[in-house]
Structure formats: structure tokens, C-alpha cells
């Protein structure tokens, strides 16, 4: 006897693919291109991904929690910390991602904007972050 496999069971194999790795960067992002403060890492966004490349090895590391696609990222002077804000469709909460460097993971979600975060910064002694919502803020 024959097993078939449906539509469904195909989907669900499919999603356990991970990525490895990715070979590109296309630059739509203003100043997405960031170089860490330990001068060893570049750091950017690929879609809804923040990648943290090494420069000398080329290895990669992938920060996955952004819903669409990442609009503005940003590092702490410290560098323990990257920001990373998402652009959402119009009238829906967009997300900022708080990230910890060394960790390589999610530390804190903030829904303050709506549509578009425009662009973030840490202060100069890492205890703010500022944000700026696109014009669906009002």
C-alpha cells in the first residue's frame, strides 16, 4: 500500500527548515549597514532579520523575532545592546526589538508605534532608547 502525503504534511516539514546562511545585502534599510563598537562585527537587517557578521571569519548570527520586515536598527555605544525597529501595515502596532549582544537574544518587545518605526538611538550611556514612529502615529 501506497502513503500519500498531503498539502499540510508538506508545510509542516518545510518549517523546520533553519538558516544557515545568507550571501547579500541589499542596502534598502537608510543606515542599516552598522559596525559594532568591538569593531569585529557588522551588523544589519535581511528581511525580518538582524544579522551579526563576523568580519575576519565571515560567520554568521541570526536574530529572529520581527514579525515583517526590520526598518531602522541601531547599537549602544557599550555595544551590549542593538535595537531593531519593523515596519507594519498601516494602523497596526509595529514592533521594537531589544536585543542583547552577547546573548544573541530577545530581550524586550515593545508596540509603541503604528505602521513604521522611523528610527531608533540609544543614549550615550545606554539607559534610553528613543524612537520615531512614522506618520501613522498622527
Not at 534598502?28 to 538582524?50: M, N, R, S
Not at 541601531?74 to 494602523?91: E, N, R
Not at 552577547?102 to 531608533?120: P, V, Y
Request: with cysteine; hydrophobic share 40%.
Amino acid at each position: 500500500m501506497e502513503t500519500q502525503t498531503s498539502p499540510k504534511d508538506e508545510v509542516a516539514e518545510a518549517a523546520e527548515l533553519e538558516l544557515e546562511a545568507v550571501i547579500g545585502f541589499n542596502g534598502h534599510v537608510p543606515t542599516g549597514l552598522k559596525c559594532h563598537p568591538d569593531q569585529e562585527h557588522l551588523v544589519y537587517p535581511l528581511g525580518c532579520t538582524i544579522l551579526i557578521q563576523a568580519i575576519n571569519t565571515q560567520e554568521q548570527n541570526f536574530l529572529h523575532g520581527h514579525g515583517n520586515n526590520v526598518s531602522c536598527v541601531a547599537i549602544s555605544k557599550s555595544g551590549l545592546y542593538i535595537a531593531s525597529g519593523q515596519v507594519t501595515f498601516m494602523g497596526f502596532k509595529a514592533d521594537i526589538i531589544l536585543w542583547d549582544y552577547k546573548k544573541r537574544e530577545l530581550m524586550a518587545r515593545l508596540s509603541l508605534h503604528k505602521g513604521k518605526i522611523e528610527a531608533l538611538a540609544f543614549s550615550p550611556n545606554d539607559i534610553y532608547l528613543v524612537s520615531l514612529g512614522g506618520p501613522d502615529d498622527g
